[in-house]
């Protein structure tokens, strides 16, 4: 069995170092620079060896960062435009609050620097910008009519688009994201309808993507393409380019092999003897239902009594971890026991998040989250993570000593019961909404803690790997508040 074990654990560092390859594969024969501007930290890629080549400036969304963007940027960057990414106030890396001046600000200072590069000509610039980005992208465009000779606006908010202004305007929309199609109809609709006229600048065109929602969008080659093409024909440049952006391919692969090699360890470093706790079904099904509801309750309670949005330094986030703060008490409460804890499953928690860590974040640095924490941020995971606690103990007891076939299950029990119990909180606190946005994304994160569950077999050391895990999660994804 240990021959097995040792079998995995070298295949799963095959696929890591193969990961690593592919994912550097993506940067050949580009040039990248990191840089930062009055404290806006920035990303610039360009063609090696060019010159008076369009530049591009790309802006990310609400919660987003310049990682997230970098699929449009490396496209492209391979088919010969410079392009400029940074973090807006408040995001990723950049230690500036968030407030309604600092969209604009950052967007000029980006434009400057982008325009410092050698490599580009200053009398061809583009925009590219999502959700919030995208509302950024279309008032400078509007602003600064002749500077920019098209802009593309990707799950657009609003702005106040005419017929002549910004110039060259392409809308993109999911088909999965119904308030922001709207958005962008009512935008073609004022901005002149369908046109082909780019010599004029009055060009316009609305896409929508098959089968993506808000974030999905980001990573779907087909709106990568359709943006380079405008561009393309804007600038009358002609490529044979046929880069696809594949780095979420090489980023999974390299967070299953991270995953295969906690399979292979774990049952040599943590010994069979797991401590048990019996729960009657009722209660741990009931809790699971009935925890959600009621947390959702009580933060709409909260809600009456102070502000929720900027909790604990956090747009958001704050919120996020006290309705998983209250969740988990309330279901632990309804399990009525869990397992005392111990210093060593304490410490093999803490090894789990580490292990975790690498897994998830050391190549979503350079795919699409700021996973290195500035801080700032660093200083709210502890809080985040105790907050988060409560939660992960109780999935970890109602876990504990059942068949493969109950976990999938259960997974997607707390799937079904966080997004249900989330959507409610919604309804009851809009101002919260954007939680909505990133609903999808939870029962693949619960998939993959789910299965640390049944490898490490201990609901302290579930628990405490969890929290930590997630409550870092919660500190890189969302803006600090002012």
Not at 117 to 140: K, N
Not at 349 to 356: C, D, E, Q, R
Request: hydrophobic share 55%; charged share 10%; aromatic share 10%.
């Amino acid at each position: 069995m240990k021959l097995k074990r040792y079998g995995i654990l070298l295949l799963a560092l095959l696929l890591i170092a193969l990961s690593v390859w592919g994912q550097a594969t993506a940067r050949r024969g580009l040039v990248v620079r990191s840089s930062e501007s009055a404290s806006i930290p920035m990303l610039y890629l360009a063609p090696e060896n060019a010159k008076n080549i369009p530049g591009v400036l790309i802006a990310h969304g609400f919660a987003g960062s310049k990682q997230l963007m970098l699929g449009y940027a490396h496209v492209l960057a391979h088919a010969g435009y410079a392009v400029m990414l940074w973090d807006f106030g408040g995001h990723a890396a950049n230690r500036a609050p968030l407030n309604r001046f600092t969209l604009q600000k950052d967007l000029d200072i980006a434009t400057t620097a982008l325009l410092e590069q050698p490599e580009v000509d200053a009398t061809r610039l583009a925009l590219l910008g999502h959700s919030m980005g995208s509302g950024a992208v279309m008032t400078a465009g509007i602003s600064n009519i002749k500077r920019f000779a098209a802009t593309i606006a990707i799950s657009p908010t609003g702005a106040a688009v005419t017929p002549s202004a910004p110039r060259n305007l392409q809308l993109q929309a999911g088909s999965w994201e119904g308030r922001f199609v709207a958005n962008a109809q009512r935008l073609l609709q004022q901005a002149g309808g369908e046109s082909e006229d780019l010599a004029s600048g009055r060009g316009r065109q609305f896409v929508i993507i098959p089968n993506v929602e808000h974030i999905t969008i980001l990573f779907n080659n087909a709106s990568h393409q359709i943006a380079r093409k405008w561009l393309d024909a804007t600038f009358g440049v002609q490529n044979n380019s046929n880069y696809v952006d594949r780095r979420t391919i090489w980023y999974g692969l390299h967070l299953l092999a991270w995953l295969m090699a906690l399979g292979a360890i774990a049952p040599i470093l943590i010994p069979p003897t797991e401590q048990k706790t019996t729960v009657p079904s009722p209660r741990r099904w009931g809790g699971l239902l009935l925890a959600p509801i009621a947390a959702s309750g009580l933060l709409l309670l909260l809600s009456r009594l102070g502000e929720l949005q900027t909790l604990g330094g956090l747009q958001v986030g704050g919120a996020l971890g006290i309705w998983f703060f209250l969740a988990g008490t309330i279901w632990l409460a309804i399990l009525s026991r869990f397992p005392r804890p111990n210093l060593r499953a304490i410490g093999l928690g803490i090894g789990l998040f580490s292990l975790l860590w690498i897994a998830f974040g050391a190549m979503a640095q350079v795919v699409w989250l700021q996973w290195w924490l500035i801080p700032l941020r660093l200083r709210l995971v502890p809080l985040l993570s105790v907050a988060c606690l409560p939660w992960f103990l109780a999935s970890g007891v109602v876990q504990q000593g059942i068949s493969l076939g109950k976990r999938l299950i259960w997974w997607l029990g707390q799937s079904l019961a966080l997004v249900g119990g989330l959507w409610l909180a919604l309804y009851w606190i809009p101002n919260l909404g954007f939680i909505f946005l990133l609903l999808p994304l939870f029962p693949p994160i619960i998939g993959i803690l789910s299965y640390a569950a049944a490898v490490v077999k201990d609901a302290w050391i579930y628990a405490v790997g969890s929290a930590l895990f997630f409550g870092w999660m919660l500190a890189a994804a969302f803006p600090l508040a002012g």
